[in-house]
């Protein structure tokens, strides 16, 4: 049971990442999914959720916009798609199945 994320970098204020993080070892296409980000110092803040089949999203009200949360099923990988990335965007992203895995993380880090 693993997900594994990828994606992350170093990028400008203004730019855009597109982070992956793919499933295995389980029913992928069973669970919803997360991705979480943790900022050094700060606790785990929860950026976006998706469905199981995609037929709902949330988005914390600081990516709202900006952020997209999308999934594969057939490929067993989920996205985030960053856009106008902001320095407070700056932190380590995970993506998670509740209960089940959670991923290594990947560092996203926004700065000129």
């Known amino acids: 049971v693993q997900l594994v994320e990828s994606g992350g970098g170093l990028v400008q204020p203004g730019g855009s990442l597109r982070l992956s993080c793919v499933a295995s070892?389980?029913?992928?296409?069973?669970?919803?999914l997360n991705w979480y980000r943790q900022a050094p110092g700060k606790g785990r803040e929860l950026v976006a959720a998706?469905?199981?089949?995609?037929?709902?999203?949330i988005y914390a009200d600081s990516v709202k916009g900006r952020f997209t949360i999308s999934r594969d099923n057939a490929e067993s990988t989920a996205y985030l798609e960053m856009n106008s990335l902001k320095s407070e965007d700056t932190a380590v992203y995970y993506c998670?199945?509740?209960?089940?895995?959670r991923g290594q993380g990947t560092q996203v880090t926004v700065s000129s």
């Open positions: 998706i469905t199981s089949s995609a037929d709902n999203t």
């Open positions: 070892g389980f029913t992928f296409s069973a669970y919803a």
């Open positions: 998670d199945v509740a209960r089940v895995a």
